[in-house]
């Protein structure tokens, strides 16, 4: 299957909150001019990602540190994709406040599932503004995490802004501008 420039999105979802953050960064990116095709992985084969050469990925994270039910069914069939050349970033929905031992441990899941496949990860996102107690996607010393992290629990009114920061975050690092 060739690669386009168009940009894959591909979220799971139970409350439609992971889709909405996703219809956002879509629109973000059409400001700057550049297509983003959203799959909820519920209704695709995943083997679609091989399309892109740009990956979006968008996992909630339910409870304590619980995988969303379509990413933790595609865990393996994600394993198995040969993603090498590809450029994947994240974004993770959580409660930092309700579960701030386990927020966006999803996100942090789903990287770990990444990182063998070859593919380039980008998108990290500072932790500051945040307040949780631990999360597996946070690095070390906790200053950053794998990705963008949103929690439409307790700070929906910082959502708009964090997506559009990161957008130009992932613009800038794509050198999207240049082609």
């Known amino acids: 299957m060739e690669a386009t420039h168009t940009i894959g999105l591909f979220y799971g979802t139970d409350t439609s909150n992971t889709e909405m953050v996703g219809q956002?960064?879509?629109?973000?990116?059409?400001?700057?001019?550049?297509?983003?095709?959203?799959?909820?992985?519920?209704?695709?084969?995943?083997?679609?990602?091989?399309k892109y050469d740009f990956l979006i990925l968008?996992?909630?994270?339910?409870?304590?540190?619980?995988?969303?039910?379509?990413?933790?069914?595609?865990?393996?069939?994600?394993?198995e994709l040969n993603l090498s050349g590809k450029t994947i970033a994240l974004y993770g929905l959580g409660d930092q406040f309700g579960y701030g031992d386990y927020f966006v441990d999803a996100m942090?899941?789903?990287?770990?599932?990444?990182?063998?496949?070859?593919?380039k990860l980008i998108?990290?996102?500072?932790?500051?503004?945040?307040?949780?107690?631990?999360?597996?996607?946070?690095?070390?010393?906790?200053?950053?995490?794998?990705?963008?992290?949103?929690?439409?629990?307790?700070?929906?009114?910082?959502?708009?802004?964090?997506?559009?920061?990161?957008v130009l975050q992932l613009y800038a690092e794509l050198a999207l501008a240049a082609t």
Do not use: C
């Not at 968008?58 to 394993?79: M, R, Y």
């Not at 307040?131 to 959502?159: C, H, M, P, R």
């Open 24 to 50: 956002k960064i879509q629109q973000q990116f059409a400001e700057l001019d550049r297509v983003v095709e959203r799959h909820n992985i519920s209704d695709v084969d995943l083997s679609l990602m091989l």
């Open 58 to 79: 968008g996992i909630p994270t339910w409870d304590f540190g619980g995988i969303q039910s379509d990413w933790e069914d595609a865990g393996d069939a994600l394993t």
């Open 108 to 119: 942090g899941w789903l990287y770990e599932q990444l990182r063998p496949t070859g593919a």
């Open 123 to 166: 998108g990290l996102w500072p932790t500051k503004g945040y307040d949780f107690e631990a999360s597996l996607a946070a690095n070390k010393d906790k200053s950053e995490f794998v990705g963008l992290a949103i929690d439409e629990d307790q700070q929906f009114d910082l959502t708009d802004q964090r997506v559009e920061q990161w």
